[in-house]
């Protein structure tokens, strides 16, 4: 069955105020396939609707229970095709089974769980329920990380050598800062930067490079004395195949807004990305000038076309990059639908088993 | 009375592969103030329908006559509160015309018109409809762009001394390419990178600064024989005040994607921002190190603070600043509506005299 | 006769304190081709004496008059073979009229003169003294301005059409600030901001394109009141063939130390050079990527290998760029002296047709 | 006793066509302070003599052997105050011990040995010389690397938490290039990368930092078979008194020419610097905008105005940082000469202890 319509969509978390939620809600928007219909936007019933309401989501459609929510939602017959999951990370896991157990395509932010025995379960659960399972380690949805990774994996590198990949905050800086549930292992999990920003550098790395990191060897800080989480990481990897490569993650230093980046070296070039400049790829063939690949140039790919909407010279963002992924999750959602097999896109979706 | 819901939006022009249409739809569905209800999208009846039937309008809402979606739009109880104009330029006056003497909001394209007539006459048309009439001068929305307007109004370059302001582009550097009706002065009219580009950079030293240009000296060239309009421009300037300064602009210069760069020079400073990384100011107050405010950081003002959307790091781009445009049109018209002060950013506003 | 030794330089000017002097020695000593052993460092004996004292010249070959001096290295077996004058500007024809006289080749800075009439007369001495006149206008020592010229002249951009030309400073932003001579009619010349440093931008436009501008139109302005001299100026240039520009000079450009920069823009691409990152030169070759030309990469050229001392990757500045002028200004003298041709870099070395 | 004079400086290598050598010998001549009077430029008596003529040496002055050259330079009145030593790296130690034992002050390049044993002699030798003895760690010549020092020493970043250092090269990238003795064990040492770039990375973290490295784990890499030393490596650095870092080094990075770059953050702030941009430091106060400090403007402290020569916005480069500890090596030598304090900047000079 077709469906010419956009995606219902309902989310879970994301209420007033909430950051992710609200870049979920733009993101699914940007490109026209969903509209928001339903939510479980907070458990405290009356915030629940009031940030319904705000969203123009029926009355009759706030849920204070994601439960409840899912239940109700598979019963209808203009009930939801997939849920956002947008809770604090211990929510994850429990959310994204009553959805798949209720026949609901499940997008999830990261990091997917708290516990490998929750991913386990994940993983399980997905192939039962045979819905889409989509984790938003947004930045692969970025046009110049797709084409990075089209390049290597067309071997325009040569074999891989060393990886350098880093993902710098600051905000962390002070002590006394809040930081709220994302430095309390309770509901954040084990990891504190690593879990937070070093997991969306290390999948970067294995993204673009198309390599499996087998062994690393971690150094973990906290620089704040009454910090329970590490807020500062320096690790080695070490991918199949050979290639070594170093990783370092902080939110303690000064200056770094939120300075994802890579480096990438093989026999035959190199390619670096910086997320704070998300448009220009360098890539340095060896021998060669290095030259800027900028997206929307004749110089980049088909995967970078298929991932923006303007022309070159007009900043596409971090929003943009976001979006990508929940255009590709509709693509992937309607082809299940449809019974056809689903665009090559669909198949960079970070999914149950990246998580 | 309160406009609780999302503002209708209709649309004339922006079919199907048309490129200003679709960003203009991604503006407005970006902080969800508008649904897209109607349109005429193309004078092709079944162009129109099948553009209209992509974007989920209603069959009955798809006109290709606007003067019809004009009329029948306002007869309706649930008509459009406001019309997008995104045709060629020649059109841009006829258009406004029918949906402001309809009582129908206007969002237009640049350039406003073709002749100072037409510019009079629509002047005195919005005056009389009392309806808004914003101009899409979208590089107006870009939250560092706000925040340099901010700092020079405020004081803090001293008295402007210069302005140096260009726009270059290279698409039209080999001859031969179409160009379409861009470079056809019957429908583009009489500026070719003046009026397409050129008027973005003149606008934006105006906005910035809070001068006026009184007087300028201009030397426009065609660097491609068969070609009847500019595509290389250089401009002295000359600001009331006395401030001078100079324009370039050029769609002949390769290595520029759409690169619109503004500088300004005060007694007491200076700054700097380039389009293509757009969420960076380079703030140079004389005596003391240059520094770098970032959309998002602690240094950017409120008005930056307003145009935003994600925090620092997570770069925003050109439909963001676009959509920013949408969201103070949206606030201006509801104010309206509400009988009460629109907010201040509606003041930033192009209208009917920027045009 | 084959000379070699070092050449023997004499110095007019550059007294302790002096900077353009002490650049002049510097540059001369770098690649071992001169010796300083005589001067006339001030026109105060004492100041003379001691400065060069400083500078291990013998106290029998410091002079405090010019023309003495002039005289006197003439009539040595071992007086100096060639002189630099780096005196204030006034100074500069007198002192080379008195050198090129007694047969002694001239290093002069820039500007040559202050008037038409002295540069007249100062190219008709040199032709008629058969000795070497070389004008340090510099910033052409840089490889990568070399590369440039090269570039260009190969045909690599096609036909010019456009060159952006900018040299910017601000240490003249406040009033009341000193600026000796510089800002004094008298002694500097009638040109301010154009005389000092717009001199520079325009000489390299023309060195890098190999075209001659034929007509300018200009707006000079004095920023600070009591200033005599103009500290910005904004120029529209007209070059032979057809070629378009515009200049922009100004010394009230907060942000701005020492911004030389020049773009420029022909059929088939396009170059950009900053002379605060002289080792870089961007190269946009329409239709494909841009790339970065460093000094010392394989992509670099002869001209560039040659005004070069170290590899890729090791800045070089200022200093050695000044330093090539004397490097080809020592083949040049050597070439007449050993009666052979001189090496091509000498064709490029700015001499008394160019001031 | 006052040398007025230049100082008389031997060198030992850097025969023709070595590029170390003439590097010193660029450095020597920059500031003044020395002039090369003798030389055992080569082993070969025939290169080292021609080599020597080319340099202006006397005849009688040139050497093939480096211990007939201490004894007669020792013994001469006119004898070399200071010698230079840029031979391949496993002669720096006898070299250096012949000198000391004449009474000869030594410059030497680095890495100062090849084993910890060689080193523990020459501590010794210098001690018992009472001669200056100067390893060329010349990057800590910088302008802006020592500007960076005397900032962390002041406190301005607060306790240093985090380094992240690196020095990437590309030209072992493909394997059959000789490198010659660079990748040869017997002649360079166990180090490869490590020892041949890494060092100056691991010397500038400790320079600029203040703080010594008090274990490190590290994985080195040979990229190509043949090759019998590493030409990568990746470390984990902790420094006394809690800070922690990473260190890469690399020689097969293509695009990267000579990229030694330092990122360093403390409780209150970050510093990053760059070697192919050196007149520039990026300073983030925390909670502030970042700043750009540059050489020669206001904002560089006492450190970096010493170790300049020329003003704001005129590059220097690595030649002139270079020549900066030849600048500091004459103070040292000359204080001693006198017998008097030298000045702070010696302190700077890397020696014997440090190599």
Tied chains: 1, 2, 3, 4.
């Excluded at 990261?110 to 947004?138: I, Y």
Aim: some cysteine; proline content about 5%; glycine content about 10%.
């Amino acid at each position: 069955m077709t469906i010419a319509r956009r995606l219902r969509l309902g989310m879970v978390g994301g209420g007033r105020g909430a950051f992710i939620g609200a870049v979920h809600r733009i993101a699914a928007r940007l490109d026209d396939q969903y509209e928001l219909v339903a939510g479980a936007l907070s458990s405290d019933p009356q915030r629940a609707r009031e940030s319904a309401a705000e969203l123009h989501i029926p009355g009759d459609r706030s849920y204070s229970d994601f439960r409840v929510m899912a239940r109700q939602e598979a019963a209808r017959a203009d009930g939801i095709d997939v849920v956002a999951i947008v809770t604090p990370n211990h929510l994850h896991h429990p959310v994204a089974r009553a959805f798949l157990d209720a026949g609901v395509h499940v997008i999830c932010d990261k990091p997917m769980t708290r516990t490998v025995e929750e991913a386990e379960d994940l993983v399980d659960a997905v192939a039962a329920s045979g819905r889409a399972f989509v984790l938003t380690h947004n930045y692969t949805g970025y046009p110049m990380v797709r084409q990075a990774r089209e390049m290597v994996l067309a071997g325009e590198l040569g074999a891989i050598r060393t990886l350098q990949v880093e993902y710098a905050q600051q905000w962390l800086t002070e002590g006394g800062r809040p930081g709220a549930w994302r430095t309390d292992p309770a509901r954040s999990g084990a990891g504190g930067s690593v879990g937070d920003i070093g997991t969306h550098a290390f999948n970067l790395a294995e993204f673009i490079s198309g390599l499996s990191c087998t062994e690393l060897a971690a150094e973990l800080t906290s620089s704040v004395t009454e910090r329970p989480l590490d807020d500062n990481a320096h690790m080695l990897l070490r991918f199949a195949g050979g290639a070594r490569g170093a990783l370092w993650t902080s939110q303690v230093a000064p200056g770094n807004e939120n300075a994802l980046r890579i480096r990438i070296y093989g026999e035959a070039g190199g390619l670096a990305w910086e997320q704070e400049s998300p448009d220009r790829l360098l890539h340095s063939p060896f021998g060669q000038t290095s030259r800027v690949i900028t997206r929307g140039s004749a110089a980049a790919g088909p995967a970078a076309a298929r991932a923006r909407r303007i022309p070159a010279g007009h900043p596409e963002g971090y929003l943009e990059a976001f979006a990508q992924l929940y255009r590709d999750a509709a693509e992937l959602i309607r082809s299940r639908s449809e019974n056809r097999k689903a665009n090559a896109d669909t198949a960079l979706l970070p999914d149950v088993h990246d998580g």
